[in-house]
């Protein structure tokens, strides 16, 4: 069997670790297709730069003519698509680069890949899966007492982007009920862990702690997450592309509740100990609570029990490990981190928090 996949998105954060998994374990060729925006970044791919099972291809997925040729060139088993444009925060500035590649571009991707399946022969037809990367915010938000989202909970996304990412989702179903093509989707919790974007709560937040930056709470800080480290959302994946059942859903998620505010304060002691502030003070101190997030959703959890019954898979970090490891990334790539905080990115943050009242560029 042709072992080859297409990675859409492999530059950003899930998608990169993703691919770095799949070439250490050795499971085949990539075709790693990413527009390169501002969340992508060829930095998080030099491990892998000489490694000829790895071909990156600079493009958009709403370009059905480049997909089509590479698709037609490559031959891949299977298409595992995580670009996206993936903030909140940028979806309430300006919801239509959120239209345009979540909705739009996953539509040009679906009708390339429609195209391609269709031609294979019988038997690469029926190995061949198209793997759907989204997220739990399609479910809305949940109050504190609610049971955590199935994968029948009703859609109720409340951001541009979750509406985005819902959209996607529809249009992959009905690729499957109408065409048949071979589709899996996968809703996942917040993940955290290395090479995340300094513009979601964790990575921002260690950032500001080491160069005396407040950090920034939106609102009471009482809002809940349901977090996953980034590795544990590669095995993930991996499973459902091996074993997951043609178009089915699931659910992925770490068990792991926490206020923001409890994910703060751990990230502060944890820094505490590992490089304390040269005046001897907490960074607990750098906490700033500020205007809150337009929509907020109160809270998200996952129910992982389908994913761990019918394929056995479950997370092998608990918050306190996988949170260890991040920090300790962190400390150790500030090289990355003052790459990808230059530029674009100063930008991005003098604009959004200077609307809270923050000096945080
Ligand atoms: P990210 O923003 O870090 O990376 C997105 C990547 O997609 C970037 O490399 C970017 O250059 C690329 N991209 C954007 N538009 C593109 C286009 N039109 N064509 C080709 N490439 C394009 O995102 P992430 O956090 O790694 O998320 C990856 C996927 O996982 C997304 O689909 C997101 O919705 C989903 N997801 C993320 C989380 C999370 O906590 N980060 C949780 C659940 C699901
Ligand atoms: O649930 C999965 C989703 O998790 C993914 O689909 C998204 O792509 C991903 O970005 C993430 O969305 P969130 O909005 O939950 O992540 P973010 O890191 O932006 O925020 C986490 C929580 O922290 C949220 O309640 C908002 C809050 N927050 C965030 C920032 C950036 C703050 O309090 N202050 C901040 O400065």
Redesign the pocket.
């Known amino acids: 069997m042709n072992k080859t996949i297409m990675v859409t998105g492999g530059a950003g954060f899930i998608g990169a670790n993703f691919v770095l998994e799949w070439l250490r374990l050795d499971l085949g060729r990539v075709i790693n297709l990413d527009k390169l925006t501002y969340a992508g970044n060829l930095e998080n791919l030099v491990e892998i730069q000489n490694n000829t099972a790895h071909i990156f291809v600079h493009g958009d997925i709403g370009d059905s003519a480049l997909v089509a040729k590479l698709l037609a060139e490559h031959q891949p088993y299977a298409i595992v698509n995580f670009a996206a444009e ?4 940028r979806s309430i500035h300006g919801p239509e680069d959120f239209i345009q590649t979540n909705v739009v571009g996953t539509f040009h991707l679906l009708e390339a890949v429609r195209t391609y399946w269709a031609n294979l022969n019988e038997e690469h037809r029926q190995n061949f899966r198209f793997l759907h990367i989204s ?3 399609v479910y809305g938000s949940l109050a504190k007492d609610d049971v955590a989202f199935t994968e029948t909970h009703t859609y109720a996304p409340n951001s541009p982007y979750s509406a985005s990412k819902a959209a996607s989702d529809h249009l992959v179903r009905a690729y499957h009920h109408t065409y048949g093509l071979p589709t899996l989707t996968t809703n996942c ?2 993940n955290y862990g290395p090479h995340h974007f300094p ?3 964790i990575p ?1 937040v260690i950032h500001n702690a080491l160069t005396g930056k407040p950090l ?3 609102g009471t ?1 009482q ?1 809940i ?1 349901d977090w996953l480290y980034v590795e544990d959302h590669c095995s993930a994946i991996r499973r459902v592309l091996e074993a997951g059942k043609v178009g089915e859903v699931y659910n992925v998620g770490g068990w792991n509740e926490k206020p ?1 505010i409890e994910v703060v304060k751990t990230l502060c002691r944890i820094l505490d100990a590992k490089k304390p502030r040269e005046d001897g003070q907490s960074y607990m101190n750098q906490i700033t609570f500020v205007e809150d ?1 337009l929509g ?1 959703d109160q809270r ?1 959890a996952i129910d992982a029990t389908k994913i761990a019954n019918a394929l056995g898979w479950k997370p092998k970090e608990t918050f306190d490990s996988g949170i260890e490891k991040t920090v300790n990334w962190y400390l150790e790539h500030q090289d990355w981190v003052n790459n990808v905080t230059s530029g674009e990115y100063r930008h991005w943050v003098e604009k959004h928090y200077a609307e809270r009242g923050e000096e945080l560029a």
């Open positions: 993936s903030h909140v925060d997220t739990d915010e919790s917040n513009e979601k709560l921002l920034p709470i939106y800080g809002q997450r923001n997030r907020h998200y």
